[in-house]
């Protein structure tokens, strides 16, 4: 079974600040993993996926996130955060691929506030 | 990447009646997936349909109240019926595009709210 867990509902910055949003795992085996963006009233837009190669996968508009499996952890991050990164982001968990239909399970989400 | 017209974008319907959202593809896929978001929810899988067969529900969802069609490789129908306000949610068509080795791509979902 898979599963993920965002610790954070809610994370709050200022313009030009770091983001950091956090995303834990769980798999019984080598998963894929996805960072997805939900713009109010739109829908689902894939930032990045890690799927075995580099640890370390960039995405679109500047976010990057680190593939830590001893602390089974996807984490995203930005290096300075703009008004428009505000949204509801999903990390997601899913088979690897070519090892079936990748049924996505999404994890509970966290709303990206940037203030001015 | 596949790009994914669905339709209506929204409705609001009356308590009893049915709505079908409608999933077109550009280009062929095997497998397509219908998705439920929930007001403030994550998302969670309906139904996975292939074409020439009968979807295969999730646990929680059955086909007299979400039947699907897949009558072909670009073309998908989720009915939500006999509608409750607990059905009010944006559900999502997503399509795999496995020869790409590219995860899901997602419609831009039908806000469904049912008064």
């Known amino acids: 079974a898979q599963s993920v867990t965002q610790l954070d509902s809610h994370v709050s910055v200022s313009e030009g600040t770091p983001v950091l949003l956090r995303c834990n795992y769980s798999?019984?085996?080598?998963?894929?993993l996805f960072w997805y963006v939900q713009h109010p009233n739109k829908g689902l837009q894939l930032l990045l996926k890690?799927?075995?190669?580099?640890?370390l996968v960039k995405g679109i508009n500047g976010f990057e996130a680190e593939f830590k499996k001893s602390e089974t952890s996807f984490h995203l991050t930005k290096p300075s955060a703009h008004m428009s990164d505000a949204a509801e982001y999903f990390c997601v968990v899913s088979r690897p691929p070519n090892t079936g239909f990748q049924k996505l399970v999404f994890g509970t989400g966290t709303r990206l506030l940037v203030s001015p | 990447s596949a790009v994914i017209s669905q339709k209506p974008s929204r409705d609001i319907c009356q308590r009893g009646t049915s709505l079908t959202i409608q999933c077109q593809v550009d280009s062929q896929v095997t497998m397509m997936f219908w998705y439920r978001q929930q007001p403030g929810q994550s998302l969670t899988l309906i139904a996975t349909?292939?074409?020439?067969?009968?979807?295969?529900?999730e646990s929680g969802f059955v086909i007299d109240k979400f039947p699907i069609s897949r009558p072909n490789l670009t073309f998908s129908t989720l009915t939500v019926s006999n509608l409750s306000p607990e059905d009010s949610s944006i559900y999502l068509c997503?399509?795999?595009?496995?020869?790409?080795?590219?995860?899901?791509?997602f419609g831009n979902g039908t806000r469904l709210t049912v008064t």
């Open positions: 997503s399509v795999e595009d496995r020869a790409a080795n590219s995860p899901l791509h």
């Open positions: 349909a292939n074409q020439g067969s009968e979807a295969t529900y």
């Open positions: 890690y799927t075995s190669a580099a640890t």
């Open positions: 798999s019984s085996y080598s998963p894929s």
